[in-house]
């Protein structure tokens, strides 16, 4: 089976890349449950595609991705593009300023709930970002749509994530890691997590080691240990490592 890389040749290096980039990069945040905002969006994905269908539209694609001045406009502007298969002229377009809208707004208007929805916006997004995916190979490669979606699958079956969860259960897949890098893994996909869950999921031999640990990463500013040591936040410094972590794994 070719892969999405060989089914998107048509498309110039400078788009194709980045596409691809952010699309792994959307997926591969969502396998961390890495939910939050800043970490899983799909606004430089939906500016790459419309790039990509506007130089469609007019045989000429640009070196580099652009971003509309108005968004929205510029993809209701695709459809006058009546040559166009209907899912660039019609379909894609007007899912784009959805997929754009929902982490640029969203991220700052959740009010309670016992449903993460941090969760649902980024389940939100990997699903549609999968879709359009699906119908860029499909069109670009002049298949079907049950072997593209094969193909934008395959990009998903590469991604083995290192945090695994099932219930109020998670584990981190490779043991071998330290037991900082573990605390910084399973702190990443929520903004805080108690001390006593971070016990249950790493189950280190010595807990007095551990709870030395959490003590010398708050320090040393990896994370926020709350006064009476019971919850733990991730810090900049300590996504930091987490992002090499992830980058090392691939």
Same mark, same amino acid.
């Given at each position: 089976?070719?892969?999405?890389? /060989?089914?998107?040749?048509? &498309?110039?290096?400078?788009? #194709? ?17 890495? =939910? ?9 994905? +939906?500016? &790459? ?25 510029? +993809? #209701? ?28 707004? $969203? ?12 969760? &649902? ?9 999968? =879709? ?25 079956? *590469? /991604?083995?994530?290192?945090? =695994?969860?099932?219930?109020? &259960? *998670? ?10 890098? /573990? ?16 016990? *249950? =999921? ?9 709870? #030395?640990?959490? $003590?010398?990463?708050?320090?040393? *500013? ?29």
């Amino acid at each position: 089976m070719i892969t999405a890389e /060989q089914a998107l040749t048509t &498309i110039p290096d400078g788009l #194709r890349k980045p596409l691809l980039k952010e699309y792994s990069g959307i997926l591969r945040n969502y396998l961390e449950r890495r =939910w939050t905002p800043s970490e899983l969006s799909g606004g430089k994905f +939906c500016e &790459i595609v419309y790039t990509i269908l506007n130089g469609y539209s007019t045989g000429n694609y640009p070196s580099s991705p652009t971003k509309p001045i108005n968004f929205v406009d510029a +993809c #209701r502007a695709l459809e006058s593009n009546t040559s166009n298969p209907r899912s660039f002229q019609i379909l894609i377009p007007r899912i784009l300023p959805a997929l754009y809208d929902i982490r640029n707004n $969203r991220g700052v208007g959740h009010v309670g709930g016992d449903v993460d929805p941090n969760h &649902i916006d980024a389940s939100a997004v990997l699903s549609i970002a999968s =879709w359009i995916m699906a119908e860029l190979i499909r069109v670009f490669h002049n298949i079907n749509i049950q072997d593209a979606q094969k193909i934008a699958d395959s990009l998903v079956d *590469r /991604q083995t994530p290192l945090v =695994w969860q099932s219930g109020d &259960i *998670r584990r981190v897949l490779k043991p071998d890691l330290s037991i900082r890098n /573990q605390i910084l893994l399973l702190s990443s996909g929520s903004k805080t997590v108690t001390k006593d869950d971070l016990l *249950r =999921w790493i189950e280190p031999p010595n807990r007095y080691y551990f709870y #030395r640990l959490l $003590r010398e990463m708050h320090k040393s *500013r990896l994370i926020e240990l709350s006064s009476d040591e019971t919850t733990i936040e991730l810090l900049p410094p300590g996504m930091t490592i987490v992002e090499s972590i992830i980058s090392s794994s691939d």
